[in-house]
């Protein structure tokens, strides 16, 4: 299996560490929300999303940003658990995107 | 989910000299790669804990893990150190160590 893409620390030419604040956008608040309530419900672990982020294409996991992987992770792990399928999900985005515009 | 510190379970000590394994398998690990295979001691005991390389899987977590605070010196770890006291710490579970002399 060797190293995952998410294992990364201590290889060379990271670069510095970004240190500077980011003010989250709605979305990124929202995602977050979402996933502190399925925990709180019991619906999913910490340790299941890990496990779903590690598992993610690594070129796809490289290209997202923080919350986009959680958002993929909290994705994949309801639908492996049958609480949502893949159509739906796709359904709702299609919905959504006519609404609010492409995200 | 068992948080609390129990400093008395598990079988090392704060002080004793540990090992890492160096296991290369699939699944959720939570040892990072770059203490695989690296010799450090014992700093805190931290309790026994649910194993997160089966509750990522959905499953139930047993039997419990001892967690432990290990250290490492930062050169033994990356080869170098800005300082020679510097110190690297990472929680490690005692399925991943062996005692080293």
Known sequence: MARGHHDVGG????GPIDQ??????????LADAVNQALTARGVKRTDEMRRAREEMDAEEYRDMSYYE???ASIETILIEKKILTKEEIDRWL?????????? | MGRTVNEA????????????????????????WYVRGK??????VYGDFHNPESLAYGRDGLPTRTLY????NQADVF??????????LVDIYEHWLDPAA
């Open chain 1, 11 to 14: 290889l060379p030419g990271a």
């Open chain 1, 20 to 29: 500077s604040e980011h003010p989250l956008s709605d979305w990124e608040l």
């Open chain 1, 69 to 71: 992987r959680w958002i």
């Open chain 1, 94 to 103: 299609a919905v959504f995107e006519k609404k609010w515009g492409e995200p």
């Open chain 2, 9 to 32: 379970s598990g079988k090392f000590r704060p002080g004793d000299r540990v090992r890492v394994r160096f296991e290369d398998r699939q699944g959720h690990i939570r040892t990072p």
């Open chain 2, 39 to 44: 010799s450090g001691w014992i700093e805190r």
């Open chain 2, 69 to 72: 605070l290990v250290a490492f």
């Open chain 2, 79 to 88: 080869g170098a150190a800005e300082a020679p006291k510097d110190k690297v």
